[in-house]
């Protein structure tokens, strides 16, 4: 997963057109593979990134700055020790800041 541009499912999900696409996914400050969970792969490939001199999220560049460092592994370690729960899918989010929105108009109306 070094290029993105060259995903071709995510989550399950296929990518129409790869080169074309955006992806966006919601998951744990240290996920390298993007499975949703932070575990003993995502410390492998943080581990090759740093050996390799890797600056992509995918091979442990978690804050990127262009290198795999101690504060990427601080951000992993985090990431590891906090994951819990359901992560929120994209459009959940988008369709509660929409109904913020409609509720602060609302709001403002009746002030």
């Not at 601080?74 to 899918?89: K, M, V």
Request: charged letters at 15%.
């Amino acid at each position: 997963m070094d290029d993105l541009s060259v995903v071709t499912t995510l989550s399950g999900l296929t990518v129409p057109h790869p080169a074309k696409s955006v992806l966006v996914k919601y998951t744990w400050s240290g996920d390298a593979n993007l499975d949703g969970v932070v575990n003993g792969s995502d410390y492998a490939l943080a581990d090759t990134g740093f050996a390799s001199g890797g600056n992509k999220w995918s091979v442990g560049d978690f804050n990127y700055d262009g290198i795999v460092n101690g504060s990427d592994y601080g951000l992993l370690d985090t990431g590891f020790a906090g994951q819990s729960g359901t992560l929120p899918e994209p459009w959940s989010v988008g369709l509660a800041g929409l109904l913020g929105v409609s509720l602060l108009r609302r709001c403002r109306r009746m002030s």
